[in-house]
């Protein structure tokens, strides 16, 4: 079964840091492009970052750019986030997402999210 | 950024009911535009890919059509499992982005 578990979420405070990882399974984790995702509490869902299944092509949104790093271990089957300078805003669910292209591009397998509290 | 405008951003409807949701985008995107359904507490599900093609297991009653700037999800027979908020995504460029969901309450 074609699987992703997202963890590493937890209540951090403000200015601190955080790494989430994501361990894949029942696929060839090496071989797809690789997302991150989230969705603050009552709210829509937001992308935050895409790394190639090279990990030679990295791209971010804005609000995250610079604070955030995504990286991936293909013998280990884990994507990561880094994420440091948190702020409130940040508190959400974090999801890791899979890209696949199939005539087109979509993202097709989602983790079940782990949630991130920025609070002090 | 590509901006998604999805409407309504919520609907009342009964099982049965044929439901459409409208998605615009604030320039053509031509069909990278994916259908995701989440319900509460879960991940996200996609339903369709490249504007019309029904995800491999998602029951035929979703379907997709558009292209360019304006895009529809119709349910044709709504049923029970189906209340829930529908999102778009666009692909075309980068930031990916969504529309604002659209929330399919029971009538």
């Known amino acids: 079964e074609v699987q992703l578990e997202a963890a590493g979420g937890g209540l951090v405070h403000p200015g601190g840091s955080l790494r989430l990882s994501c361990l894949a399974s029942?696929?060839?984790?090496?071989?797809?492009?690789m997302n991150w995702f989230r969705q603050a509490p009552g709210k829509g869902l937001e992308w935050l970052s895409y790394i190639s299944s090279s990990g030679g092509i990295i791209k971010y949104a804005d609000s995250v750019r610079g604070r955030f790093t995504i990286s991936r271990d293909d013998a280990k089957n884990s994507l990561y986030l880094q994420m440091s300078s948190l702020s409130a805003e940040d508190t959400a669910v974090y999801y890791c997402?899979?890209?696949?292209?199939?005539?087109?591009?979509?993202?097709?397998?989602w983790g079940k999210g782990t949630t991130v509290i920025v609070s002090s | 950024d590509i901006q998604l405008t999805q409407s309504p951003s919520s609907l009342s409807a009964s099982v049965g009911d044929r439901v459409t949701i409208t998605c615009r985008a604030s320039?053509?995107?031509?069909?990278?535009l994916a259908w995701y359904q989440q319900k509460p507490g879960k991940a996200p599900n996609v339903l369709i890919y490249g504007a019309s093609t029904l995800e491999s297991g998602v029951p035929s009653r979703f379907s997709g059509s558009g292209s360019g700037t304006e895009f529809t999800l119709t349910i044709s027979s709504l049923q029970p499992e189906d209340f829930a908020t529908y999102y778009c995504l666009q692909l075309n460029n980068y930031p990916r982005t969504f529309g604002q969901g659209t929330k399919v309450e029971i009538k």
């Open positions: 997402v899979r890209e696949r292209f199939y005539f087109y591009y979509y993202m097709d397998v």
């Open positions: 320039q053509g995107i031509s069909s990278h």
């Open positions: 029942g696929f060839n984790f090496g071989g797809y492009e």
